[in-house]
């Protein structure tokens, strides 16, 4: 499975999940990842709104607008769990075209 995130988040997971008690479950490890997911777009939003507070952002209309569709791009995923994988990979592919 991959899942987006640094390495020491994959650590986190790992010791987490192998650290219980309870039986390890397709659902435990789906939440789990999740979880992660719902971080790493925290993250990325958060970058993105520091970007677009950048003076040379507000001069380049082009970069400005690819930063907004982006942010509300993460709004959405974020508030969407379903939206959340399959807009990380719409992001990433927009991300080596440009």
Do not use: F, Y
Not at 62 to 75: A, C, F, I
């Amino acid at each position: 499975m991959e899942v987006p995130c640094s390495e020491s988040e994959r650590r986190m997971l790992a010791s987490i999940l192998l650290k219980e008690d309870e039986e390890l479950s397709a659902e435990r490890l789906e939440g789990a990842v999740r979880a992660l997911r719902r971080i790493h777009l925290r993250r990325r939003l958060e970058q993105v709104q520091r970007e677009l507070t950048k003076p040379e952002v507000a001069d380049d209309k082009v970069l400005r607008n690819q930063l907004l569709l982006e942010k509300d791009r993460l709004s959405r995923a974020l508030r969407d769990p379903n939206l959340a994988e399959d807009g990380l990979r719409t992001g990433a592919g927009n991300k080596k075209s440009a």
